[in-house]
T-cell receptor, first 115, second 114 residues
C-alpha cells in the first residue's frame, strides 16, 4: 500500500528558531494535510493543501504541496513552547471519481522546544 | 463540551480478555473512523463507517470488530486482546468523503494489554 516517509522523526530546538519538516510518498496524492497532536489529545488539522504547487500559510505555519504531488513540507517560524507536540502529514487520494475519505499518515515528527 | 468523545481514556487488560472502546460524537457527521497509533508508525485505519448500515475494513482490521449503533456512536471491540494490540486508539468523524471534509479526532484511548 501507499507509504508516507516523514522526516525528521524528532527535533529539539530553542525557542525562536524556525522548524522545517517534510513528507515524501511513493505515489501521488490529491490533497496533503498537516495535523498537530498535543500530549493527551487527538490530532487537529493545521493546514490543508489541495493543488500541486500550492503554498498556504496559517499564522507562523507555512506548508507547500509539491509539484510532483508526491511530497509536502511544513515550516514553523519563530517557534514557541506551545509548538511542542507531534506533527503528522497525511495524504488523501480520490480514486476513480469516488473517495471514502481515507487518509494515509506519515510516521510523525516529535517537536520539543526549549525555552 | 467535546464534539468527539471516547471512553475509556485509559485501559489496562490481560491477554485473552474482550475489550470494547466506545466513541460518541455530537457533530452530526455520518462518517466515522477508528485508527490506532503506534510510535514511529503514525495512525493506521482499522475500520470506517459511512453510515449506520455501512461498515468497511481498513488496512489493519484483523483482530478487531466494530459496531455502529447509531449515527452518533461507533464502538471498537477486541474479541480476545493480545499484547501487540497495545496502542493509542483514536476515533474520528467527518461530514463527507471529500478531501475538504475535515476529519475530527477524539482524545484517544490508551490501551495496554498485558
Amino acid at each position: 500500500g501507499q507509504q508516507l516517509n516523514q522526516s525528521p522523526q524528532s527535533m529539539f530546538i530553542q525557542e525562536g528558531e524556525d522548524v522545517s519538516m517534510n513528507c515524501t510518498s511513493s505515489s501521488i496524492f490529491n490533497t496533503w494535510l498537516w495535523y498537530k497532536q498535543d500530549p493527551g489529545e487527538g490530532p487537529v488539522l493545521l493546514i490543508a493543501l489541495y493543488k500541486a504547487g500550492e503554498l498556504t500559510s496559517n499564522g507562523r505555519l507555512t506548508a507547500q504541496f509539491g509539484i510532483t504531488r508526491k511530497d509536502s513540507f511544513l515550516n514553523i517560524s519563530a517557534s514557541i513552547p506551545s509548538d511542542v507536540g507531534i506533527y503528522f502529514c497525511a495524504g488523501h487520494l480520490t480514486a476513480g471519481g469516488t473517495s471514502y475519505g481515507k487518509l494515509t499518515f506519515g510516521q510523525g515528527t516529535i517537536l520539543t522546544v526549549h525555552p | 463540551d467535546a464534539d468527539v468523545t471516547q471512553t475509556p481514556r485509559n485501559r489496562i487488560t490481560k491477554t485473552g480478555k474482550r475489550i470494547m472502546l466506545e466513541c460518541s460524537q455530537t457533530k452530526g457527521h455520518d462518517r466515522m473512523y477508528w485508527y490506532r497509533q503506534d510510535p514511529g508508525l503514525g495512525l493506521r485505519l482499522i475500520y470506517y463507517s459511512f453510515d449506520v448500515k455501512d461498515i468497511n475494513k481498513g488496512e489493519i482490521s484483523d483482530g478487531y470488530s466494530v459496531s455502529r449503533q447509531a449515527q452518533a456512536k461507533f464502538s471498537l471491540s477486541l474479541e480476545s486482546a493480545i499484547p501487540n494490540q497495545t496502542a493509542l486508539y483514536f476515533c474520528a468523524t467527518s461530514k463527507g468523503l471529500a478531501a475538504r471534509d475535515t476529519q475530527y479526532f477524539g482524545p484517544g484511548t490508551r490501551l495496554t494489554v498485558l
